[in-house]
């Protein structure tokens, strides 16, 4: 008598039936925590290093100011999406503030993010148009020194 040990084998399925929900998870997650930048700094930025830095509290209201310069050293502004002469800084800066409600405009702040090599009476100029239409709180741009602990 000849017995037939001949046997199927094959490999068990995979259940997929809970892989839509790990994949919408991972996307939502993704969703939330990522930061979509609004605008693009148009030239290249080294900022300075700083020890004493603070995070700001009301995000919403910054407008950022980048002061950069190209490669024959001419120094841009930009604000926004835009390139901006020194003289036009205070007349956009105002727009962007009036944009907003009128409770809100004490937490309206300028971040000035310059470029370490930008000549100091640029960035003066700029304080200077940016006091003219009453934009009085500046915040500046570092990144943190990495202290050695010994």
Same mark, same amino acid.
């Given at each position: 008598?000849?017995?037939?040990?001949?046997?199927?084998?094959?490999?068990?399925?995979?259940?997929?039936?809970?892989?839509?929900?790990?994949?919408?998870?991972?996307?939502?997650?993704?969703?939330?925590?990522?930061?979509?930048?609004?605008?693009?700094?148009?030239?290249?930025?080294?900022?300075?290093?700083?020890?004493?830095?603070? !995070?700001?509290?009301? #995000? /919403?209201?910054?407008?950022?100011?980048?002061?950069? %310069?190209?490669?024959?050293?001419?120094?841009?502004? *930009?604000?926004?999406?835009?390139?901006?002469?020194?003289?036009?800084?205070?007349?956009?800066?105002?727009?962007?503030?009036?944009?907003?409600?009128?409770?809100?405009?004490?937490?309206?702040?300028?971040?000035?993010?310059?470029?370490?090599?930008?000549?100091?009476?640029?960035?003066?100029?700029? !304080?200077?148009?940016? #006091? /003219?239409?009453?934009?009085?709180?500046?915040?500046? %741009?570092?990144?943190?020194?990495?202290?050695?602990? *010994?």
């Amino acid at each position: 008598m000849k017995i037939n040990r001949k046997r199927h084998h094959s490999v068990p399925k995979l259940n997929m039936a809970s892989m839509p929900d790990l994949i919408f998870t991972v996307l939502f997650f993704f969703m939330i925590v990522t930061h979509m930048r609004s605008e693009t700094p148009q030239m290249k930025i080294d900022v300075p290093q700083g020890t004493e830095l603070t !995070k700001p509290q009301h #995000r /919403r209201y910054i407008t950022n100011l980048y002061i950069g %310069n190209d490669s024959q050293g001419q120094s841009h502004i *930009q604000i926004g999406n835009n390139i901006v002469p020194v003289e036009s800084v205070g007349s956009v800066i105002s727009k962007l503030r009036n944009q907003i409600s009128e409770e809100d405009r004490e937490y309206f702040i300028v971040n000035i993010r310059a470029d370490k090599h930008t000549p100091m009476g640029v960035i003066a100029d700029v !304080k200077e148009e940016l #006091r /003219r239409v009453g934009a009085l709180k500046i915040r500046y %741009n570092a990144t943190e020194i990495k202290q050695l602990q *010994q």
